[in-house]
Structure formats: C-alpha cells, structure tokens
C-alpha cells in the first residue's frame, strides 16, 4: 500500500475516532443535563451517614436519575433549617430532631432510613474502665453502671441526644440521672477533651469516639451502634428528610435520592467488602482523614447498623418516640405525634 493510501486510511480513522468520540461527549453531556439536581445537606460528615457516602462514591445517585450536590451543614438544625426554608431539598440528620421539627410545625417528613441503630458510640477515659475492669465483653448493665460514676461528661449542646442518651441509660441501672454534671463543647472538642482529661466520657457516632481508643486515651464501652440496646435497636436513627410538599411536587428526585442511599445499605449485606472499599476511598474517609486502625474501628462499630432497605415501620417510629420521651427530648407526652406513617415518615418514596 502507498504512502499516499496509508496516509488517507490514518486520516479516515482519525476522523472516525474523533465523531465516535464527540457523539460520545455529546451523549454523556445530554446524559447529565437530564439528571434532576438536589442539594442534599447532611448534620455533620461522621460515619453514620456512611451508606450516602457510599453512594456518592459509586455514583448510585447519578445511576438514579439524580446530581446530587451533597454538604455537610454543620449540625441538625440548621440542617433542618435549610430544608424548611426551601435553601436545600433534602436534610439527612436524626430522627429525635424530625420529633422535635414535627412537635414546633416545622414541615419535614423522613422519606428513608439509613441506620437501623441508635450509631452513637459512648467512650470513657481508659483510666476509668481500667478501674471498674470492665470491657466491651462486660454484661450491659456492668457497663451502663460506670456511666454512674463518671465526673464531667462531655456533650456537644444542651438537650443534644450526646447528652441524653446518658439520662436515658442510667435509669436502666436504677441511676439517678439528675446527678450527671455535663459541659457543653461542640462536636469537634469533645475527642480532645477526653484525651486531655477534661471530661470522662462522650457520645458520639464514629469515627470520634474511636479516635480516643486508637490513641490510648479512650475506651468506646457501649457502642449503640452494635444493637445491644432493644429500644434502640431496629430504629430509624439517621433519616432523609424532606418538605412533604417538595416531595409530592418533585417525587421521581425524591424517589431516586433514597433509593441510592438504599442501595449503598444494601450493598453492605450483599457485598460487604465492596461497600467498605467503597466508605473508605470517600474524601471524609480515606487515608488522609483517618489511620487504618481508626477506620477499621469505627467501621466495626458502625456497619451493623446499615439497613438491608431504607424503608421504615411504625413499630421502629414509636422507639424514636418513645426515647425521646424516656430520655427528655421531647417533655411533654401529650405534645409527641403520632408513629403511624403519613406523620413522621412515608414509604412513599422508598422504592424497592
């Protein structure tokens, strides 16, 4: 073949080469401007949001229809806030909060369920558990009684569930939870001021209180997030949450948001080591943020609460409830709402 032939040949190939490629630009950009947009925003970017991480990370909400901008907010009110003032579409923060927006005419529904457990994890200054020798292995009740016998305990705000889910468990050991002494120090000081001795324990969802372990400072004594506790157990704890009107007027957005943040949950019982491979190349996760030891701690802690599916029960809602009663988030019973779905929360949204 000449010269001449081969340079014709290598050009025609070039030319087919560079349409198949626009056409395929092309498609992918038409692609992408036919995918709703949503601003997600989420309380805080610990690891109980770990199945929306999953699903940012293998691109489940692009594969559901759905761009998905998502922002941690900075905590659950202002969380709930952005969504109730129409600034973001959708809130992923606890369901004692939702309670709490319902009980105050805030319009928000929980439209999918990405816990299945209370996650908060409880770490007590190692010294501590040192001295009453007891471990993860103790009995329950041995280890719920050492929360009697803390000095200052660290939460993040007045009425925040870090701070009552200890008023809700030293009952359990006839406790007097009048007798707790909590300081108030924002999320992101309370590891610090537990390996510094500042308080003796603290609540809250991985990674934080593993971090204290990993450094020899710490001890997570009672990790919710294992089911231990029945009340808080098969409990919508971390929700999607929505304006009931929004949703109705945008249900396919709705729709295809939770069922990406279900499949990453059920990704975990179908293939376990593909959703943790996943967590753990997340930019809140990854090598840069937490050391393997912390990640795989935390991980432990927090994976069995994922649910199979983000659907939710009456039966799960009226534990939500009745924690926020026992635990004095909500104080008056007669202002609580009702569990049945169409109140707090809906499956109408939930896919399968």
Request: hydrophobic fraction near 45%; glycine fraction near 8%; proline fraction near 5%.
């Amino acid at each position: 073949m000449s010269n001449t032939h081969n340079r014709i040949l290598q050009s025609f190939i070039a030319l087919v080469t560079l349409a198949a490629l626009t056409f395929s630009s092309v498609r992918v950009e038409a692609q992408q401007k036919d995918l709703g947009e949503v601003t997600i925003l989420t309380a805080v970017s610990n690891m109980a949001f770990s199945a929306i991480w999953v699903a940012e990370q293998l691109k489940y909400f692009e594969q559901e229809g759905v761009r998905a901008k998502i922002t941690p907010a900075g905590g659950g009110a202002p969380c709930q806030n952005a969504v109730v003032g129409r600034s973001a579409h959708l809130c992923a923060s606890s369901s004692e909060g939702l309670v709490l927006a319902q009980i105050e005419g805030a319009p928000l529904i929980a439209i999918q369920a990405h816990n299945r457990n209370l996650t908060l994890s409880i770490a007590v200054r190692k010294a501590i558990t040192d001295k009453f020798k007891v471990t993860r292995k103790s009995p329950l009740n041995d280890r719920i009684k050492v929360l009697t016998e803390l000095g200052t305990i660290g939460a993040t705000s007045p009425g925040a569930v870090s701070e009552q889910i200890f008023k809700f468990l030293v009952p359990k050991v006839k406790g007097d939870p009048g007798k707790l002494k909590f300081a108030y120090l924002g999320g992101t000081e309370l590891p610090a001021a537990l390996m510094n001795n500042v308080v003796d324990a603290l609540a809250q969802s991985p990674p934080s209180a593993e971090i204290t372990e990993a450094a020899g400072k710490g001890y997570v004594l009672l990790p919710l997030g294992l089911g231990e506790v029945a009340e808080l157990t098969n409990y919508p704890y971390e929700v999607l949450m929505a304006r009931p009107d929004w949703a109705e007027q945008n249900s396919a957005l709705a729709t295809g948001a939770s069922r990406a943040v279900s499949r990453a949950g059920a990704l975990y019982h179908s293939n376990p080591n593909a959703f943790k491979a996943a967590l753990r190349a997340h930019r809140y996760s990854d090598k840069s943020k937490l050391e393997d030891n912390v990640f795989d701690l935390a991980y432990s802690m927090i994976a069995p609460a994922m649910p199979a599916w983000g659907d939710m029960n009456q039966e799960g809602w009226q534990k939500v409830l009745d924690f926020s009663l026992g635990a004095g988030i909500v104080k008056d019973r007669a202002k609580a709402p009702s569990a049945k779905e169409g109140v707090l929360w809906t499956n109408k949204y939930a896919g399968k």
